[in-house]
């Protein structure tokens, strides 16, 4: 279980990734196939950079599994 002011600053971390995913997937959507390689490489780079981060901060379980799923896509 994380400390409370460990727990903030991963949620806060969790969001800023997680809106970043969600903005590269949308730009993937409305650039050509030349982008693709590019932002999905952003995307596996930032999704592993989040399950580095819940590692090293102790998250739960659970939240563990979930950063993977997306990470494996």
Same mark, same amino acid.
């Given at each position: 279980? %994380? ?6 600053? !991963? @949620?806060?971390?969790?969001? #800023? =990734?997680? @809106? ?10 409305? =650039?050509? %196939?030349?982008?693709?390689? !590019? &932002? #999905? ?5 930032? +999704?592993?950079? &989040?399950? /580095?981060?819940? &590692?090293?901060? #102790? =998250?739960?379980? @659970? /939240? +563990? ?6 990470? %494996?896509?």
């Amino acid at each position: 279980m %994380l400390q409370f002011q460990h727990a903030d600053l !991963f @949620e806060r971390i969790y969001r #800023d =990734v997680c @809106e970043s995913v969600c903005f590269h997937y949308s730009l993937m959507a409305k =650039v050509s %196939l030349g982008m693709k390689d !590019f &932002l #999905d490489s952003k995307v596996d780079g930032q +999704l592993q950079a &989040l399950f /580095t981060v819940a &590692l090293h901060m #102790d =998250v739960e379980q @659970e /939240t +563990l599994d979930e950063i993977r799923a997306m990470a %494996l896509g």
